[in-house]
């Protein structure tokens, strides 16, 4: 064995031995083999590098979002040309119409000079990625001399090796269905997964207001079926004042506000203003945890009248009992309004329930009323959101920058709770602030770091609700 190691270094090396002085011997070492590039391997890191930072899923989702403006304005710029028509005196148009389409009109155009410059910036980066890769393959197989001992090679080979033994036993043994969820008492049948994301948007405030809450109202007045609502929290990222409406999808992504914001109060933080992140909209009244207090406000849209239900003694609030996940927690969000199908939830902690979480009804009305109570398993600190739909109660975990896991569930008919769920979500920004269900749509409406993004949740309807 010696023998062959001092062959296979002499096949390598070459000693010259050369006498300078008496006493003194001095090895001349000569590298029969070429030098590894390191200078290239650095190099074709950093093209891998930049392509994966290039490709980002914001810019994905950038292009869809700005299609969908357009589809959605499109019919609007329609129906305001028809109102305009019918308007038409003979001699003069109806202004108000008029300036209306001029309005939408100019939208227009910016939605198409901002969709041409997206088009133009992808075709751009697309072409550059396509020279990288080319330099990036080629400086990989240069370097593939250097593999003498065929390492990356043999890799090359289990792999397909293993992706052929993944897809035998897959053949062997079918996916079996996705585990089922619990029911409770959902028109859509069974909660299987979600999708998306398919809205992505900043809105007019892009970078602005970390913390907030946007969504639309299951239960809306008449001739705002279509409104969207957004809050942002403008004060320390904890407290706000105002909630501002938008009249379509589209105007949302634009930033048009119809008709702009809704004050309760002119001082921020004051007496029954916003604390948290976490509010909802339904039957035209804002529910949010009222400023400084362990109560729910209601705040009407149309009468601008502000009533108030207290919580059970011991609730945890002013960030005393917070959704967390294992590097931090979320400021202020105490008290999770949330909606369904049937109305208003609340979800909080007490002292008496040692941080789990407490589910409570609130009942519409006015004042509104404190309803049914559940008492669940599952700690609110160990929860980073949490949403209702159907009546049952998710919620999520973090479990790292790009994902988050919806992993709980309580049914509120049955008293069943799960633990394992397993349908995860795909991020856009690494925090999701808040979380709000709208039956309207079955959407899912996250406030992500200042950004508003919506997934679609997907239901498999029952053959009993068929019948």
């Known amino acids: 064995m010696k023998l062959h190691v001092i062959t296979y270094l002499c096949a390598l090396f070459t000693f010259t031995q050369q006498a300078e002085s008496a006493g003194k011997c001095v090895c001349e070492l000569s590298h029969s083999e070429e030098e590894f590039p390191h200078a290239k391997l650095n190099m074709a890191q950093q093209l891998a590098a930049d392509c994966n930072s290039n490709f980002t899923p914001q810019k994905m989702v950038e292009l869809d979002s700005l299609l969908l403006a357009m589809e959605r304005r499109l019919p609007q710029l329609v129906e305001d040309v028809s109102v305009l028509e019918k308007e038409d005196d003979g001699e003069l148009y109806g202004v108000l119409s008029l300036h209306i389409i001029e309005n939408e009109m100019t939208e227009m155009e910016r939605l198409i000079n901002k969709l041409n410059g997206t088009i133009l910036a992808g075709l751009q980066l697309t072409t550059n990625a396509t020279q990288q890769l080319e330099i990036l393959r080629e400086e990989m197989l240069e370097m593939e001399k250097f593999d003498t001992m065929q390492v990356v090679k043999r890799q090359q080979a289990n792999q397909r090796l293993k992706r052929d033994l993944d897809k035998c036993r897959s053949g062997l043994h079918p996916t079996p269905k996705p585990t089922e969820h619990p029911q409770g008492s959902c028109p ?43 809050v942002m929290l403008t004060s320390s990222n904890v407290f706000s004042n105002y909630i501002r409406l938008y009249s379509s999808l589209s105007s949302l992504i634009a930033g048009v506000s119809v008709p702009g914001n809704v004050m309760i109060h002119s001082s921020n933080p004051t007496t029954n203003t916003i604390q948290g992140p976490n509010c909802v909209l339904y039957g035209g009244a804002l529910y949010y945890n009222c400023y400084n207090k362990d109560d729910v406000c209601q705040f009407n849209l149309t009468t601008k009248s502000i009533t108030s239900v207290a919580l059970p003694k011991g609730t945890r609030y002013n960030s005393k009992g917070n959704f967390c996940h294992l590097d931090d927690c979320y400021p202020y969000t105490d008290l999770d309004l949330a909606t369904d199908e049937s109305g208003v939830w609340v979800v909080y902690t007490t002292t008496q329930d040692f941080g789990y979480i407490v589910l409570s009804k609130i009942e519409d009305g006015v004042p509104p009323k404190l309803g049914q109570t559940w008492r669940t398993s599952v700690y609110k600190r160990g929860v980073t959101n949490t949403f209702v739909a159907c009546g049952i109660l998710y919620a999520t975990r973090y479990v790292n920058s790009h994902v988050e896991e919806i992993f709980y569930s309580f049914n509120t008919v049955t008293g069943q709770e799960r633990f394992n769920l397993g349908i995860f979500i795909n991020k856009m920004s690494p925090n999701i602030q808040s979380l709000n269900y709208s039956p309207v749509d079955r959407m899912l409406h996250a406030y992500s770091d200042s950004n508003m993004v919506s997934y679609k949740l997907l239901f498999e309807v029952m053959d009993d609700y068929l019948a």
């Open 188 to 230: 859509h049948g069974l909660f299987l997964n979600i999708t998306g994301p398919i809205v992505y948007t900043t809105g007019e405030y892009a970078g602005s207001y970390k913390y907030g809450t946007w969504g639309r109202d299951p239960k809306p007045e008449a001739g705002k079926e279509n409104w969207y609502w957004r």
